[in-house]
């Protein structure tokens, strides 16, 4: 059944009701740039407005009660229309959406005329004779590009893919072909290599899906791609750019930012199953792994405590809340252990409930579990252990019931952090099984993969609940559009081969085009054999920069993967554990970024230089941290040379060779060996540091270090707070602006914003300039002293050097008190002994 030809057009509250020979098209334009098309086949229903996932809408909803907290109403955009024999043309401010009117499609153009995104004009919206419903589009397939899907193997661009979206328990996937994942997220990014002008196109519809982006081809019809979906409807949502990082910023306008962190959360986790799995005394073991690391001086925050300790005593099943009092006899003093030690202990949850579960029968007197198609009876699928039933986290009953065992067994035992793994509901194979739906019924055809979303949600209202001003923090395996104003996320169950280490790259990259920022994967794989010694190495120095820092397997050759398992390797790892701690202040402050606008932590080549067509089709897996810094991680085996290209519109200065610079534009080849992590600064520069941090509680931040470079004019805003309590949403933050004024009197102005009491006592400035030293510095009006001699200049409080071999200007002085300062670098040309001419 296709939607052939446009019949009469009505005004509603919120916009336009098209209607069409075969459907009904809702029309909302929400803002100039996010323009809603809900294409809507079935007449015999109503269109519902019934969405957990939208944050910003223009409309009531369903869901607004409870989703009151999160959810703005914003008043749409009346946007007229001119109208002609073929089409309807409406226009925004900044873009052009025409409607054919047969065959019935959609064009978007610029506001000069130019086209930026087009229907496949003759097969645009189609159901199909199993009800499932597609959307067509056209594409060039030499110059078209689309990014983002969530979580996807292979390289980053999916042109010529074609990709499920129905999550599974992927464990063990191949990194380069393997599909589906555990995540659904119906968003990718589109842009034409030549225009560079991204568009965004977000499906909110959580029925599982097919993206194929040209690898199927047909000669009746010119090059397309297509979004099909297994039921509900159409409900598109076209992003303007014309910026990759517009769209991503209207994207998480719709669907929520990415959560700011814990501080603690950004440190070292460790993990692995077997820590858990011990006969007894697993507490005990725990303690002796956390010396280990101190012992190792391998730095250390967090710990996963995998699922063992739910463990029946009798029969090893696992049994969420449930505490194995052989492994654990006194789970309360364990935390109180851990926490003393200055460790957050991060417990697995299961949503899956086995027939011998101790709080059975609490769940079934509070009718918490997904039902049986006819409703009749709880529904039983494939569990770890045997058959199980599973919470319905789309029911106001089950979500309390599990809220309550969580308090009780969990949280109140000392933990303010939730990891909720196994939450694709993937062993509810019937897809007509029936969740409560907020009390109106549905199905799990639909309301699948929302389950992860909304268990999220739970753990979110308990951590307030126990811990009332404190920050959430929250893991989940599993989620829909939207996890990320929830939960952090990680790659699941991955496989420990090279090829992982390289395609996560892009898995990390995608994820956050599509809105997940904080995003990482299992270090040294979780499925198989332990890593060799230098692939172990190089997932270390790669993991180090991730977003979400953690080492977590389950070998199957009954070994462990830890940092100190090959002895050889450990000062090169010891360097990288390193490194992390020493950008806390960098990492936290792009996670501050991203919870404002929704930039990814990890951006790809493209975003910060989508001037250079290059950056589009690139594959060599190179990536910016933050705006600044330029990674190319060593991702081959017995590698001696990384081959890296650097984008143009940029000087880029080699962080491990005393900023050597290279043109950008090019592609080198870098000598590498074992200790290389290749790193390079962009010429607009700001990254802030410290030496001070090698565990988060208990070490405070006293001394900041910026690197800048300073070729043409940028800024950064380095955020700081206390790191765990929600008073930063009042005002009690420190934000400070640095903003460089580049030229011959190079200018750093510091303007700081909030009411956070800094706990910073002195920066040191290092600014790259190869050209020359400094004739003169000065802190707002006041001269600092010059240093001739390194060891003098590290002895004083204040003052400036020039490093001839880094050819770099180091100033260091202790931090104003004032909230506005300027650090002036003048590098005029001077007359050392009074022979300038006139």
């Given at each position: 059944?296709?939607l052939?030809?446009?019949?009469s057009?009505?005004?509603t ?6 209607h069409?020979?075969v ?8 803002t100039?740039?996010i323009i809603r098309?809900?294409?809507h086949f079935?007449s015999?229903?109503?269109m519902?407005?019934?969405s ?5 809408t223009a409309?009531?909803d ?6 009151k907290?999160?959810?703005t109403?914003?008043t ?6 001119t ?5 309807l043309t409406f226009?925004?401010k900044?873009v052009k959406?025409v409607l054919?009117k047969e065959p019935f499609s ?6 000069q005329?130019n086209p ?6 003759e097969?645009?919206?189609?159901r199909?004779q199993?009800?499932?419903l597609?959307h067509y ?5 030499a ?6 899907f969530?979580?996807k193997?292979?390289?980053?661009d999916?042109?010529?893919r074609?990709?499920?979206m129905?999550p599974k328990d992927?464990i063990?996937?191949d990194?380069e ?15 034409h ?8 196109l977000?499906?909110?519809n959580s029925?599982d899906?097919v993206?194929?982006?040209g ?5 009746y019809?010119e ?6 979906t297994?039921?509900?409807?159409i409900?598109?949502f076209?992003?303007?750019?014309p910026t990759?990082s517009?769209?991503i910023?209207?994207?998480?306008q719709l669907?929520?930012r ?7 959360s950004?440190g070292y986790c ?7 799995e011990?006969e007894k005394?697993?507490d005990k073991?725990i303690?002796k792994?956390?010396?280990k690391?101190?012992k190792?001086?391998?730095?250390i925050d967090?710990?996963?405590l995998?699922?063992g300790?739910?463990s ?7 049994y ?5 009092k052989?492994?654990f006899?006194e ?5 109180d252990?851990m ?8 417990v697995?949850?299961?949503p899956?409930i086995?027939?011998?579960h101790p709080?059975?029968?609490?769940l079934?007197?509070?009718n918490?579990f997904i039902k049986?198609?006819?409703?009749s009876?709880d529904y039983?699928g494939?569990w770890?252990g045997?058959p199980g039933r ?5 029911s106001p ?7 309550a065992l969580?308090?009780k067994?969990i949280?109140?035992m000392?933990?303010?952090?939730v990891?909720n793994d196994?939450?694709e509901m993937?062993g509810?194979?019937d897809?007509?099984a029936?969740?409560?739906f907020?009390?109106q019924?549905?199905?799990m055809?639909e309301?699948?993969i929302?389950?992860s979303?909304?268990?999220a949600?739970?753990?979110?209202q308990?951590?307030?609940e ?9 893991i ?8 990320q104003r929830?939960a ?8 420990t ?9 892009a898995t990390i990259?995608g ?9 990482g994967?299992?270090?040294g ?5 332990a890593?060799?010694?230098?692939l172990l190495l ?10 979400r820092?953690?080492?977590n397997?389950?070998?199957?050759d009954n070994?462990?993967?830890q ?11 010891r360097a ?8 806390l ?11 404002q606008?929704?930039m990814?932590i990890?951006?790809?080549l493209?975003l ?12 060599s897996?190179t990536f ?8 190319a991680?060593v ?6 040379t990384?081959t890296?290209?650097?984008p143009?519109g940029?000087t880029?200065?080699d962080m491990?060779?005393d900023?050597r ?6 592609t080198i080849?870098?000598p590498?060996?074992?200790?290389s992590?290749p790193?390079f600064?962009?010429?607009t520069a700001?990254v802030?540091?410290?030496?001070d941090?090698?565990h988060?509680?208990?070490?405070p ?6 690197l800048i470079?300073?070729?043409?004019d940028s800024?950064?805003?380095w ?7 929600e008073q930063y949403k009042?005002g009690?933050y420190?934000k400070?602006?640095?903003?460089v004024t580049a030229?011959?009197?190079t200018?750093?102005r ?5 009411n ?7 920066l040191?400035v ?10 003169w510095?000065?802190?707002d ?15 004083a409080d204040?003052?400036w050097y020039?490093?001839l071999t880094?050819?770099?200007v ?9 909230d506005?300062?300027?650090l002036?670098i003048?590098?005029e040309?001077f ?7 006139e």
């Open positions: 059944m296709l052939r030809k446009y019949e057009i009505e005004v509250d919120n916009g336009y009701l098209i069409g020979d459907a009904a098209v809702l029309l909302v334009f929400m100039d740039d098309i809900r294409v079935d015999r229903t109503p519902k407005e019934e957990y996932t939208l944050v910003m409309w009531p369903r869901m607004d009660e409870l989703l907290d999160e959810r109403r914003i749409p955009l009346m946007v007229p229309y109208e002609t024999e073929k089409d226009a925004t900044t959406l054919r959609f064009a978007l153009y610029d506001v005329g930026l995104y087009r229907d496949l004009k097969r645009a919206f189609e199909d199993l009800g499932r597609s589009s056209c594409m060039d397939r110059k078209d590009h689309f990014f983002g969530g979580e193997t292979g390289h980053l999916k042109k010529f074609r990709m499920r129905s992927a063990g996937h990194p072909t393997g599909d589906p994942m555990y995540k659904h997220i119906p968003f990718y990014v589109r842009i290599e030549d225009k560079q002008h991204a568009v965004g977000f499906y909110h029925y899906c993206f194929d982006m690898q199927e081809v047909s000669g019809w090059p397309y791609c297509y979004y099909q297994d039921g509900g409807d409900d598109l076209l992003l303007n750019g990759v517009q769209v910023d209207r994207y998480t669907t929520g990415t959560a700011l962190p814990t501080k603690q950004l460790a993990s692995t199953m077997y820590y858990a011990l005394d697993c073991e303690y792994v956390i010396d690391h101190e190792e001086q391998i730095p967090d710990f996963w995998a699922s300790y739910s029946g005593e009798e029969d090893n099943l696992r969420v809340f449930n505490w194995n052989k492994r006899p789970p309360k003093q364990f935390f252990e926490n003393a030690r200055g460790i957050n202990v991060i697995n949850l299961k899956g086995l027939a011998r709080y059975k029968q609490w079934e007197e509070h918490a049986t198609p006819d409703g009876g039983y494939r770890w045997g599973f919470v319905d986290f789309t009953s089950g979500r309390d019931v599990w809220k969580l308090k067994h949280l109140e000392g933990t303010k952090t990891w196994n939450c993937d509810v194979e897809r007509e029936q969740c409560d907020e009390g019924k549905g199905t055809a309301l699948k929302l389950h979303n909304m268990m949600y739970t753990a979110k308990a951590l307030h126990v811990y009332p001003g404190e920050r959430p923090y929250i989940n395996r599993a989620g829909y559009a939207g996890i929830y952090q996320v990680w790659g699941g169950d991955n496989l081969d090279w090829r992982t280490l390289k395609f996560n790259i990259l994820m956050g085009i599509s809105g997940c920022a904080n995003m994967c299992d270090i794989g979780f499925a198989g054999p890593p060799e010694e230098e190089r997932w270390i120095q790669n993991g180090v920069l991730q977003p820092f953690c080492l397997s389950a070998n199957n070994t462990v993967t940092p100190w398992m090959y002895e050889k390797m450990l000062p090169h790892i990288a554990y390193r490194l992390r701690y020493r950008m202040p960098y990492l936290y402050s792009l996670f501050y970024e991203s919870s606008d929704g990814p990890w951006r790809p493209f910060e230089f989508p001037q250079d067509p290059q950056c589009y089709g690139d594959q897996l910016m941290l933050g705006s600044s810094i330029l990674v991680s991702v081959e085996k017995g590698a001696k990384r890296i290209y650097l143009n940029s880029w200065y491990n060779d900023f610079p290279y043109t950008g534009g090019q080849e870098l590498v060996d074992l200790a992590m790193m600064l962009r010429d700001v802030t540091m410290t030496e941090i090698h988060i509680l208990k070490d931040l006293r001394h900041l270090d910026i470079a300073a070729e043409n800024t950064f805003v955020y700081d707070d206390d790191g765990h309590s009042d009690v420190a400070t602006a640095i903003a030229g011959e009197q200018k750093i510091f303007v700081a914003q909030g956070y009491q800094s706990t910073v006592q002195s040191t290092k600014l790259i300039s190869k050209d020359k030293g400094a004739y510095v000065a802190l009006n006041t001269l600092l002293k010059q240093f001739i001699i390194q060891d003098d200049w590290e002895a204040s003052g020039y490093d880094e050819r770099s180091w100033v260091k002085f202790p931090k104003p008190k004032k506005t300062f300027t002036t003048s590098k040309k007359d050392l002994i009074g022979m300038t001419e």
